[in-house]
């Protein structure tokens, strides 16, 4: 993600929660941001299309205003190419506001209702937020679990036990 998509994506937040819609604009922001196909993201981003021809287009297609004319500005400073990274830091900062943390569990099977419980339980009382929790089955794990979440990694699988044992051995 880029520093720039981060202030843009702030500045978007500062005005949504101003007005006291945070989840409209969000939602709307995904909408918008899984409508652009490649053919519209080319149009949007060719030199030889008018600025203003590009606004006529989002003016017919969006009826939100906040999100209108913050695309607006996107299209003046040359910088629709960032609304997908716009959109992913905007969820971040909303997630941080809420104080959510999104984490994905792999395992070598799908976690029992139980376990998805209890995993969810020890991580919001050890890191004092809500958890939405994304369990991916990965056959290649021999057993244990790899838990991703805020760029970190706790990998108690047998397969990384393995690995820190063979190269351990190696040494």
Do not use: C, W
């Not at 899984?34 to 989002?58: R, V």
């Not at 830091?89 to 395992?107: C, G, L, P, R, W």
């Not at 419980?117 to 958890?131: G, Y």
Request: aromatic residues 8%.
């Amino acid at each position: 993600m880029s520093y720039v998509a981060f202030q843009y994506a702030e500045a978007l937040f500062g005005l949504a929660l101003e007005e006291k819609k945070v989840e409209i604009v969000q939602s709307d922001l995904k909408d918008l941001n899984s409508a652009i196909d490649t053919e519209i993201y080319n149009f949007l981003i060719h030199p030889k299309i008018t600025k203003n021809a590009k606004k006529e287009i989002i003016s017919s297609v969006l009826s939100n205003d906040l999100i209108k004319n913050f695309v607006y500005v996107l299209i003046d400073n040359l910088r629709i190419e960032l609304l997908d990274d716009i959109y992913l830091e905007f969820t971040k900062i909303v997630d941080n506001q809420n104080k959510v943390m999104k984490v994905v569990a792999y395992s070598n099977k799908l976690l029992s209702k139980s376990q998805t419980t209890q995993l969810i339980a020890n991580l919001e009382k050890k890191h004092n937020r809500k958890i939405e929790l994304n369990n991916v089955v990965d056959e290649s794990i021999v057993g244990g679990m790899r838990i991703e979440f805020e760029g970190k990694v706790l990998d108690d699988t047998i397969n990384n036990y393995l690995h820190n044992l063979k190269a351990n051995l190696t040494k």
